[in-house]
């Protein structure tokens, strides 16, 4: 039986659909509401609505509970693969073997970056953020990579085409950044393992490849594979809503992605700690500061738009933390920092009364550290690990029989009409 919702204005009553998602989860639906009185909904930064109906990813930010198509993401991080998992996100169902086989075929078969694209590396200015690069490339893939006929081959092969050569290019700009020899794929290599080996192996010193690390980035990548309606996934559905080409719409949500509010505070996280280490601040120094509001210094890794509990993201990262780098025999005096951080918030006041708790990206950086990443890099490793998300969401909202393009209202506040005035009379 279906809910409504009753609103009075003036001297009309109407009634609107609530909406009870498959979690008990609900919404009214408003889109009636100015046919009917008028009105439109005003709600800045959306923090109270819901853009669309969705199957990919289920979060309960006062529980801490994310899945993917209806699968806990920590289940997926103990015994997933990355590749498995962005299968697992854009077509539904984890994937049978076979389907695995083909998946994994496409990938490597995709692998190589058309090498006139390696020229665009040489022209940008030496000091350009790594995200602006990867954007600028990815939207320049539909030059390369022009539109297949057949729509289902078009969607297959742009996804795959995506997800592969994102990794390469990736490697590819650190390489070229270095001044060093780009490394090609290899078919015989699993998907983390082949970028792994892309950044780090040179002539004189190869890469070894282990297993503990390879396991630790399908984890980091599953963490990051989807989070439902953020700012970068809108940002590739309001794009992708006026019906342009996936390449233009993922390199869309790159940008949005870049923002230290969003997949660029892993990169702020990691700042932030060495300038604590650099200048002896305390832990509560620095809380003190975020508290403030004289500047807009906030406790980067802290508070989400939905968690108001600990990130279950972060919980796992966290445990990883200690693995890799005792895996790695390395001791990161910004773990230490980090850890120290934490307990200092967690007790205090205003984070309690915020319900500001980590987040995934607060402990992210220090393994993209260990592994050898370079800083200006770790929002670039959250773009890779977000793009089957990305794809996932763009795909289920262009087959929405209920389609509409993005288009908000507002309510202007500005000067009412006037005249033009001649320059002089100005
Ligand atoms: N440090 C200090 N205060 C904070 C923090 C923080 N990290 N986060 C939120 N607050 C405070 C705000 O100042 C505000 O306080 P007030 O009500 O007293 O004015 C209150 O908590 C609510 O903050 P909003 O900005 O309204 O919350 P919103 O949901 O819009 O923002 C966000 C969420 C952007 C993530 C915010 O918590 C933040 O800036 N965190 C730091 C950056 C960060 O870690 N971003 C990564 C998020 S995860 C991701 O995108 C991958």
């Known amino acids: 039986m279906t809910e409504y919702v009753k609103i009075i204005y003036g001297d009309k009553t109407i009634e609107l659909p609530v909406i009870t998602g498959t979690e008990g989860e609900k919404a009214v639906d408003i889109s009636t509401l100015r046919r009917k009185t008028g009105l439109i909904t005003l709600d800045p930064g959306y923090t109270n609505t819901g853009s669309c109906l969705s199957t990919i990813t289920f979060m309960d930010g006062e529980k801490g509970i994310l899945r993917y198509r209806g699968i806990p993401v920590d289940q997926l991080a103990e015994h997933s693969t990355f590749v498995e998992t962005a299968y697992l996100l854009i077509n539904g169902a984890l994937p049978k073997r076979k389907e695995l086989e083909t998946f994994s075929g496409l990938l490597n078969d995709q692998s190589l970056v058309h090498e006139d694209m390696q020229n665009f590396y040489q022209n940008f ?3 350009s953020h790594p995200m602006g690069i990867l954007s600028s490339m990815v939207g320049a893939m539909r030059s390369f990579y022009p539109a297949l006929q057949i729509a289902e081959e078009e969607i ?17 700009s650190y390489k070229i950044s270095r001044g060093h020899k780009v490394v090609y794929p290899r078919p015989d290599l699993s998907y983390c393992a082949n970028f792994l080996n892309m950044m780090f192996d040179t002539p004189v010193k190869p890469y070894h490849i282990d297993g503990d690390i390879v396991r630790a980035l399908n984890v980091f990548w ?3 594979a989807d989070h439902e309606q953020n700012c970068s996934t809108t940002a590739v559905r309001v794009v992708g809503s006026g019906r342009v080409n996936l390449y233009a719409s993922i390199s869309a949500g790159i940008a949005a992605l870049w923002g230290p509010l969003h997949g660029g505070a892993n990169q702020a996280v990691i700042e932030m700690l060495q300038n604590m280490e650099k200048n002896g601040l305390s832990a509560n120094d620095v809380i003190e500061k975020a508290k403030g509001k004289e500047t807009s210094f906030r406790l980067m890794g802290f508070g989400h738009r939905v968690y108001k509990t600990y990130d279950p993201r972060a919980k796992i990262i966290k445990k990883m933390c200690d693995k890799v780098l005792s895996k790695l025999n390395i001791q990161d005096p910004l ?4 850890k120290e951080l934490e307990e200092a918030a967690l007790k205090d006041n205003y984070f309690v009364e915020h319900d500001l708790y980590p987040n995934v990206d607060f402990y992210s950086g220090i393994i993209l550290r260990a592994l050898g990443i370079p800083t200006n890099m770790f929002t670039v490793m959250f773009a890779i690990g977000r793009l089957p998300g990305w794809i996932a969401q763009w795909k289920e909202s262009m087959e929405d029989p209920d389609w509409k393009i993005s288009r908000p209202r507002q309510v202007y506040m500005g000067k009412p009409e006037r005249d033009y005035k001649p320059i002089d009379e100005r």
Do not use: W
Not at 156 to 172: C, E, G, P, V
Not at 335 to 338: H, K, P
């Open 335 to 338: 773990l230490a920092l980090a």
């Open 125 to 127: 200015p030496r000091a």
């Open 222 to 224: 599953i963490l990051h």
């Open 156 to 172: 297959n092969i742009t996804t795959t085409r995506l997800i592969s050569k994102i990794r390469t290019m990736a490697a590819m």
